[in-house]
């Protein structure tokens, strides 16, 4: 998956703790995002990221934050998991905000 | 990943016959256009991409056609395969100034 990582693949939380989900790139590109994918709904923009320390919101911002401190590595935290937040959640790479290279997804549920 | 394909509207082909899949997108000033598959289990993979200069492009089994007029895009798959049964999306940016936007997804589903 075009050198992206994403950690853990699966985890199982419960309503109010805590979660950081990882994504790790080794392609050194600039552009780096979070999607959720759930049925009936596609995929939509958690956040994403144009630089180092560079962050913005997407369509789907409420209840998320994220971190870029390295060009490789963008974190994703949910600060008090719901249960609608239990989907599966994709980061993807992009050297020109164009092309999008997808990683093969965490899947999350909050029960 | 299984849930992926609940409620989506699915296509299913002989295997060898050609595929057609189709998408409307929403924004009339979109200019770059892109379909992804995602099998089973997986993430979103690159196909195909098109900019609204162009009104065909073509792949390696693949053809994508765009329809500025009526904002429609089409996916063509050439002989399909067992392999190409997935889920289909299409997607469509302002020049990358926006995010990209993802359509719902077709499912394809390949009759052996």
């Known amino acids: 998956d075009a050198g992206i990582t994403q950690s853990p693949r699966h985890k199982v939380t419960e309503t109010g703790t805590p979660v950081t989900l990882r994504c790790h790139q080794t392609e050194n590109h600039r552009y780096m995002y979070w999607y959720r994918q759930d049925p009936g709904h596609g995929l939509r923009l958690i956040h994403y990221?144009?630089?180092?320390?560079?962050?913005d919101k997407g369509e789907v911002s409420d209840g998320y934050s994220v971190s870029r401190s390295k060009t490789e590595d963008f974190l994703l935290t949910l600060e008090s998991a719901t249960s609608s937040q239990t989907s599966v959640y994709f980061c993807?790479?992009?050297?020109?905000?164009?092309?999008?290279?997808f990683g093969s997804g965490t899947q999350l549920s909050v029960l | 990943g299984e849930s992926v394909g609940l409620h989506l509207p699915t296509l299913s082909v002989q295997e060898g016959d050609n595929s057609i899949i189709n998408c409307a997108y929403s924004n009339s000033a979109s200019d770059y256009f892109i379909w992804y598959k995602q099998e089973s289990g997986k993430g979103p993979q690159f196909i195909i991409d098109i900019r609204s200069n162009m009104d065909k492009r073509q792949g390696q089994r693949v053809t994508v056609l765009l329809n500025k007029t009526v904002k429609h895009l089409s996916l063509q798959i050439a002989a399909t395969q067992p392999g190409d049964s997935a889920v289909y999306f299409c997607?469509?940016?302002?020049?990358?100034?926006?995010?990209?936007?993802f359509g719902k997804g077709t499912r394809l589903s390949v009759i052996a």
């Open positions: 997607a469509e940016t302002l020049s990358g100034n926006t995010p990209l936007v």
């Open positions: 990221s144009y630089g180092v320390k560079d962050t």
């Open positions: 993807a790479i992009s050297e020109s905000k164009l092309k999008l290279y």
